[in-house]
């Protein structure tokens, strides 16, 4: 697979197709078989994935110990990102920032991934109570120690990345983009490509809506964190199948899936984007990956970017009491 590198100050080398493994503990329904999981990571390793996203709040803890159990054997041929910034590593307790919480949640994190360094080292939401400069500054003094390789944030703001970058180079920023979210092209993209800093899409196939799997009738579990999602409401999902069906449209004259041609724009937009989609089936993985061989001619880009211009995306793409946490 190709590689990509994040970030220009201190730069990451990734596969160009990531795995984002938050679905396999937390939030989509039941956790995945333990077995069944880390065979998936490994697959994935087999068929050239070299970047894996995890976090503390992912269970709590349980997704840092699959991740670290399953990647153990392969560790020096991997990158392993994890963030801090919850109380407790719980979302529910609030934002938690303090330096003293980030060194505690490394020490831990570096435990359960059973590993002596975390690559790629996220503040997981801004919080607005930590002065982002004490954040970077902690993190700095991380990097210095051997902790931690890489300095990241997550949902931040264009001036907040700023301020962060001018303390301890930031090697990427991890928000939500796909072809129902574009939001980030307005300031965040600009800065980004700005100051040389890499960028990372999670749920880049629209928390699975981009695959053409779901539609109105799909019904979520009230585990499975889509169920509070305005997007995902009967009557939005109804209105957004438009979308669907424009990518099966450009997909067949392809050879490819929906799910392939969402990843190959975000792959087409920037060398120095390199999305994390996640799965718990090997199919979706191995269609995954193939993605990163799909090529998209400035044809196929116009024609994408024509039909999203006919099409309005209904929905919210977080409950409300959600939103404080993002673009700060």
């Known amino acids: ?144 120690e051997g902790k931690v390789s890489h300095f990241g944030l997550s949902e931040a703001g264009a001036q907040t990345i700023r301020r962060a970058h001018a303390v301890q180079p930031v090697t990427a920023l991890q928000s939500e983009y796909s072809l129902w979210w574009r939001e980030p092209e307005a300031e965040v993209l600009p800065t980004l490509g700005e100051l040389g800093i890499g960028f990372v899409p999670f749920s880049p196939l629209g928390k699975g809506f981009l695959t053409g799997a779901i539609d109105e009738k799909t019904q979520f579990g009230s585990d499975d964190f889509r169920s509070t999602v305005p997007r995902f409401d009967a009557e939005a999902r109804k209105a957004n199948v438009a979308l669907v069906d424009a990518l099966r449209r450009i997909a067949s004259g392809k050879g490819a899936t929906p799910a392939q041609i969402a990843l190959a724009w975000i792959l087409a937009q920037k060398p120095w984007m390199s999305p994390i989609p996640g799965t718990t089936k090997q199919t979706r993985l191995e269609e995954n990956v193939a993605a990163a061989a799909v090529q998209l001619t400035s044809d196929d880009l116009a024609r994408i970017e024509s039909a999203l211009s006919a099409i309005t995306i209904q929905g919210d793409r977080y409950p409300g009491h959600l939103q404080q946490f993002i673009n700060r």
């Open 1 to 144: 697979m190709e590689i990509r590198t994040l970030g220009k100050d201190n730069p990451l080398e990734v596969s160009a197709i990531g795995f984002g493994c938050m679905g396999l503990s937390f939030a989509y329904g039941p956790a995945t078989e333990k077995g069944a999981a880390i065979a998936l990571l490994r697959s994935a390793v087999d068929l050239g994935v070299t970047f894996f996203d995890t976090a503390e709040a992912y269970g709590p803890f349980a997704n840092e110990e699959l991740v670290g159990e399953a990647l153990g054997p392969v560790r020096d041929q991997v990158v392993i990102a994890t963030k801090f910034g919850f109380v407790g590593g719980r979302t529910a307790d609030g934002l938690d920032s303090r330096p003293e919480n980030i060194r505690a949640v490394a020490e831990a994190s570096l435990m359960r991934l059973n590993t002596d360094r975390i690559d790629l080292f996220y503040q997981h939401r801004v919080d607005p109570k930590v002065p982002i400069e004490e954040v970077a500054g902690t993190v700095r003094d991380l990097i210095a």
